[in-house]
């Protein structure tokens, strides 16, 4: 632990002493640090968060190509399951097995920017 200690005293001392910078008083960081975090706040806001699904379109899509084909239903049929739990039920809600066929046709990366089967539509 004091190692670490040490190694961030030795960064404060050359912020102050190399570099010359000034730091802020409220939180006693080199302002380089301050304008850092400012930056990586600004860019946390502006992007939004990743929904479930694009999750999914995304996890697949990375392994997809290299990936057996029962790996791949596996991989589907898991993350069809995990999904169907989330789903919130009322009135209107599709049967489970259509949601399930829904959801593993619109994660297939070859289906992207496809319209789903008019059987799936519904669900989808």
Sequence with gaps: MSALAESRRSELWQAMNRRGEAFEIESGLPESEVRAAAEAAETADAEPPLRWFEFCRKYVAGR?????????????????????AMVKRGDGTPEDESLRLAFRWGIVPANEGEDPPAELKAAY
């Design 64 to 84: 997809w190509r290299t990936a057996a084909a029962k790996t791949r239903e596996g991989m589907a049929d898991g993350l069809a399951a995990v999904t169907l």
